[in-house]
């Protein structure tokens, strides 16, 4: 694949506009990731310079470069555990799912299985957060109570609190943080 230079521009102002890989995640991107958990490999930060973080895989012998239009130092640092979907380019990081551009190094797509029914319990249903563009799997308790607190903002802005519960219930964080619901 030929990177241009132009390809691998980083946004400038308050808002990037640009679904390309290295970009923000669109929620149906987001959600074809979250269809296909076995797609992760298990990756540590070796080195992270300007927008570019290196990789390497823990289960392969294998390096691997990824870029990302904002700076990821502030989330990540060198020796962090991640995990990358290389079919989809996503990065998983401690602050959520990034959209990358795979720049040098890779393993290519995981197959699917044979059976990728028995993979369901592991599907998410992520939400992207529209302002920075990182899709979202797991949240902090005290998000979930701003959100879901009967007759908030957040929670007139989605329709209901019932609306909200049930979208809650509908994904994993429900079933890590069965108190919140």
């Given at each position: 694949?030929?990177?241009?230079?132009?390809?691998?521009?980083?946004?400038?102002?308050?808002?990037?506009?640009?679904?390309?890989?290295?970009?923000?995640?669109?929620?149906?991107?987001?959600?074809?990731?979250?269809?296909?958990?076995?797609?992760?490999?298990?990756?540590?930060?070796?080195?992270?310079?300007?927008?570019?973080?290196?990789?390497?895989?823990?289960?392969?012998?294998?390096?691997?470069?990824?870029?990302?239009?904002?700076?990821?130092?502030?989330?990540?640092?060198?020796?962090?555990?991640?995990?990358?979907?290389?079919?989809?380019?996503?990065?998983?990081?401690?602050?959520?799912?990034?959209?990358?551009?795979?720049?040098?190094?890779?393993?290519?797509?995981?197959?699917?299985?044979?059976?990728?029914?028995?993979?369901?319990?592991?599907?998410?249903?992520?939400?992207?957060?529209?302002?920075?563009?990182?899709?979202?799997?797991?949240?902090?308790?005290v998000w979930w109570r701003l959100w879901s607190a009967p007759g908030s903002t957040q929670s007139r802005l989605l329709g209901s609190h019932a609306t909200v519960m049930?979208?809650?219930?509908?994904?994993?964080?429900?079933?890590?943080?069965?108190?919140?619901?």
């Amino acid at each position: 694949m030929s990177l241009t230079t132009k390809s691998l521009t980083p946004c400038t102002g308050p808002h990037c506009g640009s679904y390309r890989a290295g970009h923000q995640i669109h929620f149906i991107h987001a959600n074809h990731v979250g269809r296909t958990p076995w797609g992760w490999r298990d990756a540590v930060v070796t080195a992270i310079t300007g927008l570019t973080v290196h990789l390497a895989y823990v289960d392969h012998d294998s390096a691997l470069e990824v870029w990302h239009h904002q700076p990821l130092a502030d989330t990540l640092a060198v020796g962090d555990p991640v995990r990358l979907h290389e079919q989809y380019y996503v990065l998983d990081t401690p602050s959520g799912w990034h959209c990358v551009r795979v720049l040098d190094g890779g393993l290519g797509d995981v197959p699917t299985p044979e059976q990728p029914a028995l993979w369901a319990p592991e599907t998410t249903n992520p939400i992207v957060d529209l302002a920075t563009g990182v899709a979202i799997t797991e949240l902090p308790r005290v998000w979930w109570r701003l959100w879901s607190a009967p007759g908030s903002t957040q929670s007139r802005l989605l329709g209901s609190h019932a609306t909200v519960m049930m979208r809650l219930r509908s994904n994993s964080i429900g079933e890590s943080h069965p108190s919140l619901l």
